[in-house]
């Protein structure tokens, strides 16, 4: 272990003569193990205060959140590596009677950005009136000073640099109404700005939000595993009190025992300043494929084979550019190189991918139990070079599988990139191109229908790692995918059927639903089914817009069919039936951005006239047939789409068509 952490140093542009033998002590530590000792960490004068922003906050919480919620599940496998710990002690470290102090070389962001996630941990935990757990996370925020100590600074874990140190102090010691008022100046209404000129403080405010929001809801992309659970019964008041408790705890276990950074402790005779400033002057931000880079190229020097040649023949192309660069439509935000190794491995094993535990992931995918999978490295490089031209035509870098340059298409309108191992495993399996289409439209379907129906896409990211783990035991194929289906019959999963399909399209607000580019998406379908056989197969323009024909603030322009006219916030019966068929699929279409904000709320003879001059959308022709464009129509209007979409995001095979339509 001690190999890897040098190695990682040194990827990391740090120098080696740095962390010599004679040097340093490495090791993995949880962020418990670090904590729980009574110590001191005193953040030097000439490290930069504490400046962590929303954009490194996010992915921290994100990080704990899921580990959370694999504590809930009790799936944790790996611990999360948080980065490196540098550490110097001071010379009465050893003294008896008073508690040992030890600079922060480097670290000390992260170190203090646990600190305050547990400070605000300790603020829910007392919102919830959980005073037990209260007082043991304040165990990992102050110490019990020793009979020499004379520093009052003693009792906190962590003393930061002078300029952070008041604020921070009040944020360990307070609590948050406290905090809340004492510091009123640097909060704008009951937020903390992004600007602030203190981000311990937004960041404090944002981790109580988030926890907040944890505790009353669950993870932000969990659902129970129950088929048919409906979700947590919070109406007993004793049941909602054990389990937001249990959330709360999930959160302090998933920070304390499941996060670990790799602490580095100096020699006393290392010069701390020189060494922080090396550490921070040169480095680039290490990715988990260049781990799983070096541990392959290891183990292939010690089978003996010619690793240059292996490198040029199997790996060179995935340090182009192009796989270095953030995959566009997936989270967390990453290079596409690590999510295609996460859904290579998804694909191949059919188990869940810890993104964020993926190097770990790996090894022990390549050597499970300390058996090599491989006969040799070649093996290993050819599996990925067998997946990696799928991922590239469903990233749409290539179209030599026009099936999954369509298929990834579609996944990236809708921002579903967790069904892409159950595509590498469509298209790795020797399935024919009309079968591998068929799959791919059932799972595409399926998309479509559950959210038009307005059903929870919460829990997919589950259902698709369900649905490839199926294939890896059964195989992929459609019959498979088909009998898959029909064994979910719970909200969070099922196939919505033909008639519930229908009467969506005619009364559900799809714009909300289905908002943005999904939007888009459906009403292209629509087009494409609304043409027939003769019609010009004209692509789809950049820059359409999803365009309300009645308009969403209607006016007077707007008539009732035969009634007096009543503004659409009055209350009135008809004005609310009006507003509930506003974003319907019957009352959208798509029209260039010009001509969408230059008919606006122009009466419907106005706009059937730009639209007759100026598109040229076969979906388009209907309106210029119509004189009006009330309820009546939108309901007509409706009717005749609903029929296309039956057509185009069919149903199970089982399920008999919907006599209605």
Known sequence: ????????????????????EEHMQADDYSIETILKEGRRFLVPLYQRKYQWGDNRLVPFWQDVE????????????????????????????????????????????????????????????????????????????????????????????????PSDRDIFHRIIEGQYTEVRWGLSKYFYGDKVPKNTAFPALRAYYLFRQWMLDFVANGPSDWEPETEDASGDDLSDEAAAREIMEGRIEALLRAALEQMKLVVITLDEGDDAQVIFETLNSKGEPLLAMDLVRNNIFQRAERQSLGTEQLYNELWATFDAPWWKN???????????????????????????IAMRELYAEYRDFAVPKGKPRFPNVRDELNLLQKYAPIYRALEGETDENATMHWFGRKLAAWQVTTVYPIALQIAASGLTQDEQNSVATLLYSYLVRRAVSGLTGKNLNKLFN???????????????????????????????????????ILSKPVYVLAPGERTKDILWELELASRSKFSENIERPDGLWTEHVLPVSWNENWPFSEEPFVARYSGDHRAIARNTLLHTVGNLTLMT?????????????????????????????????????????????????????????????????????
């Open 66 to 161: 899921a580990k959370a919620a694999e504590v809930l599940e009790g799936s944790n496998k790996f611990q999360h590596y948080m980065g490196a710990l540098i550490l110097a002690p001071l010379s009465e470290a050893t003294q008896i009677g008073i508690t040992p102090r030890v600079q922060v070389v480097d670290g000390q962001q992260r170190l203090t950005t646990f600190q305050l996630f547990l400070a605000a941990l300790r603020e829910v935990a007392r919102h919830h009136d959980a005073g037990h757990l209260v007082q043991h996370i304040e165990g990992y925020l102050y110490n019990q000073p020793r009979s020499k100590d004379t520093d009052p600074l003693t009792k906190f874990k962590l003393t930061p640099t």
């Open 593 to 661: 951005g010009g001509l969408n904000i230059s008919s606006g709320n122009s009466s419907f003879a106005d706009k059937r006239n730009k639209y007759d001059a100026h598109t040229t959308l076969f979906m388009n022709k209907w309106f210029s047939k119509k004189t009006k464009w009330d309820e009546t129509d939108i309901g007509e209007r409706g009717e005749y789409l609903a029929k296309l979409a039956l057509q185009r995001w069919g149903g199970l095979p089982n399920d008999p068509p919907d006599t209605a339509s």
């Open 326 to 352: 953030d995959a566009p439509f997936a989270r967390p935000k990453r290079p596409r190189i690590d999510h295609f190794l996460a859904h290579v491995l998804a694909a191949e094993t059919g188990a869940s």
């Open 1 to 20: 272990m001690r190999e890897f952490h040098l190695a990682l140093l040194k990827k990391c542009g740090h120098d080696e003569a740095l962390f010599g």
């Open 466 to 504: 369900a649905i490839a783990q199926h294939f890896h035991e059964k195989g992929p194929s459609y019959d498979n995918l088909v009998a898959f289906f029909l064994t979910r019959s719970g909200e969070s999963s099922r196939f919505p059927s033909n008639k519930e399909f229908h009467q969506a």
